[in-house]
């Protein structure tokens, strides 16, 4: 058994050398000793008066600490930063409007010439969509649903003319017999 000279803690463990509590190197212990192991009491700071002293904590009693009677400075009040600036998404409503109209006037536009009115504006509103993405390419975007868009409206309207102009010529041919 080794048991450490400062503060007279026993260690049975073999392969320890050193005291864990306060790291002194431990000495053999042949027995019993005759007298107990002194007890270390650190005497209270200079500073401390007996009236400020603690209590015994004996069971079953609790005396609150006594407070201070100094008064504190306020302490600075934590404010939580600003919230962060979000962005504004990129408007693309006139892109993406030329866009529907231009594939409305090529799919359902047929059904009574409907695409004879939207084809057209989706055409001018293409225009003004790629004039104003050139000019803000940052606010403004949707370059692509605006190019389709002028793209298939104008599809239509070639088409449009191409039938009217075939529709004519027949009549023109049929009248010459």
Do not use: H
Not at 9 to 25: H, I, K, N
Not at 39 to 60: A, F, I
Not at 161 to 172: C, H, K, P, R
């Amino acid at each position: 058994m080794k048991r450490c000279p400062s503060c007279n803690q026993t260690f049975d463990e073999p392969w320890l050398s050193f005291c864990t509590q306060d790291g002194t190197s431990l000495i053999e212990d042949t027995g019993a000793s005759r007298e107990p192991p002194p007890t270390m009491v650190s005497p209270m700071p200079p500073s401390v008066s007996p009236m400020e002293q603690r209590p015994l904590d004996l069971p079953g009693s609790y005396n609150p600490p006594a407070r201070l009677t100094q008064p504190q400075p306020p302490a600075a009040t934590w404010q939580p930063p600003p919230p962060p600036a979000y962005s504004v998404a990129p408007q693309q409503g006139l892109a993406l409007t030329s866009l529907i109209l231009g594939i409305f006037s090529i799919t359902i536009g047929w059904c009574c010439s409907l695409g004879v009115l939207t084809a057209p504006v989706g055409i001018v509103l293409g225009i003004v969509s790629l004039v104003q993405i050139k000019n803000d390419p940052s606010k403004y975007t949707g370059k692509p649903l605006a190019i389709i868009g002028i793209v298939t409206g104008g599809a239509y309207l070639l088409f449009w003319a191409l039938l009217v102009l075939m529709y004519g010529f027949a009549i023109f041919m049929g009248s010459l017999k």
